[in-house]
């Protein structure tokens, strides 16, 4: 069955600190992997995606995701992170189930950015 | 201006009444979704509909139903043989050839007591 882990519930940054969040999937598939981002009181939204070519995917906002096939990661980079980075980040795989596509998400991860 | 929306933001039943949650879109996309979000649970496939007069179960479509008349309109039933339906309620949509590009609307926040 396929599934999502993302190993850390919450975060708590400084702002200018790195973030990596891990994002390990399990699929048979090809895959195709996403982050979406909910900032608090908006909507969920796509942050960047992955589909073939190039493993390292830049996003909205200078995030950046790796993905290593051999270790079924996507994990979410930023160098430096901004109080307005605040959100909740998660995963998400694709999955096809009785001829229909479909995203599995994983739990998310709540990342806090203090000032 | 497109987009989802979701009506009510909030929504207050007693328990053993069904309520529908109203989810419309204007962005002409065919493929729309129904997401339940619990804490520390991420979100949860309810149901999806792929084209008018057409949908199938997700993981955990038992107590839930939908129907799709409309392209723009997937709404979404809790019945009273939902066992925990408080929790925050999201619908999406894909656009056509993209189905894991998905659109989020604001969510319905469903407390039953």
């Known amino acids: 069955a396929q599934s999502v882990s993302q190993h850390n519930h919450h975060v708590i940054l400084s702002e200018a600190a790195s973030l990596e969040l891990g994002c390990n999937y399990s699929y048979g598939g090809t895959v195709n992997l996403f982050w979406y981002v909910q900032y608090p009181g908006q909507h969920l939204q796509l942050l960047l995606k992955?589909?073939?070519?190039?493993?390292l995917v830049k996003g909205i906002k200078g995030f950046e995701a790796e993905f290593i096939k051999s270790k079924f990661s996507f994990n979410l980079r930023k160098p430096s992170v901004q109080w307005s980075d605040t959100a909740e980040y998660f995963c998400a795989v694709n999955a096809r189930s009785g001829g229909y596509n479909k995203l599995i998400f994983g739990a998310g991860t709540r990342l806090a950015v203090h000032p | 201006d497109g987009g989802i929306t979701q009506s009510p933001k909030y929504l207050f039943r007693k328990e053993g009444q069904n309520v529908t949650l109203s989810c419309e879109q204007n962005l002409n996309h065919d493929a729309m979704y129904w997401y339940r979000q619990d804490p520390g649970q991420g979100l949860r496939l309810i149901y999806y509909s792929q084209i008018v007069n057409d949908f199938q179960k997700g993981d955990i479509a038992e107590g839930y139903s939908v129907s799709r008349e409309k392209k723009e309109s997937f709404p979404l039933t809790v019945t009273s043989a939902q066992k925990n339906p408080t929790a925050f309620y999201l619908c999406?949509?894909?656009?056509?050839?993209?189905?894991?590009?998905?659109?989020f609307g604001p969510g319905t926040r469903l407390t039953v007591t």
């Open positions: 992955y589909f073939s070519g190039d493993p």
């Open positions: 999406a949509s894909s656009p056509p050839g993209l189905p894991y590009e998905q659109y």
